[in-house]
Every structure is written in structure tokens, then in C-alpha cells.
Nanobody, 125 residues
Framework: QVQLVESGGGLVQAGGSLRLSCAAS????????MGWFRQAPGKERECVAA????????SYADSVKGRFTISRDNAKNTVYLQMNSLKPEDTAIYYC??????????????????WGQGTQVTVSS
């Protein structure tokens, strides 16, 4: 059983940056693909970025390519999401999730087994 705790959300102006962190416990962190998802009010939860077990492969949603960067530190059992050039449409609750897989980083919600509680990101215009 993996427990995930997100941090780093907050209020930022458009064009600004935030760095989200997700600390994992209770499992072998390096055995998991890790993903960052977001859900805005009235919208489906979508994956914005994912990273494979080693950190060597990443995937991004088109909406965040070139602005967001996912990374992980297996020694610290932590995955990060660096968000730059933020836009009001990035406003959402951001969740990290774990997929017990040594394969490619998936952007598919149904592939993920464990979820954090989420952290709010609000981008003002």
C-alpha cells in the first residue's frame, strides 16, 4: 500500500511558477510510474505529466508541454512537478498518483493504482 502526500500548491499570478512535490511512503517507490493529474471544477480528471520508474522517460499532455516538467528523486521517494508560465486555465486541484509498473509513463487515469489527496493550484489573471 502506497501513501502519497502532495504539497506546494497555492495562489500565483499568470506567468508565474510553482513547484509541486509528492512524498511517497509504504511501498518501493522505484517500482512505480508516477503521474500528476489535475481536475478543474466541472471537468474530468486529466493527466498532465508522468515519469517512469527511473526518471529517464516522461510524458506530457499537449496543454502543458514546454511549460511543466516532471522529475523524481528515488532516494527521497519524491516526485516533483515544476510549473512555469502558468495560465488561469491551469487552475485545478493537482493530484499525484502511482502506477505499479516498470513500463512506459502512462497518461491514462485507469492505469494508476494509488492517489494522493490533492493540492489546490489557483492562477489569477
Amino acid at each position: 500500500q502506497v501513501q502519497l502526500v502532495e504539497s506546494g500548491g497555492g495562489l500565483v499570478q499568470a506567468g508565474g511558477s510553482l513547484r509541486l512535490s509528492c512524498a511517497a511512503s509504504g511501498g518501493t517507490f522505484s517500482s512505480y510510474v508516477m503521474g500528476w493529474f489535475r481536475q478543474a471544477p466541472g471537468k474530468e480528471r486529466e493527466c498532465v505529466a508522468a515519469v517512469n520508474w527511473s526518471g529517464g522517460r516522461t510524458s506530457y499532455a499537449d496543454s502543458v508541454k514546454g511549460r511543466f516538467t516532471i522529475s523524481r528523486d528515488n532516494a527521497k521517494n519524491t516526485v516533483y512537478l515544476q510549473m512555469n508560465s502558468l495560465k488561469p486555465e491551469d487552475t485545478a486541484i493537482y493530484y499525484c498518483a502511482a502506477d505499479w509498473s516498470l513500463g512506459a509513463p502512462s497518461l491514462i487515469r485507469q492505469d494508476y493504482d494509488y492517489w494522493g489527496q490533492g493540492t489546490q493550484v489557483t492562477v489569477s489573471s
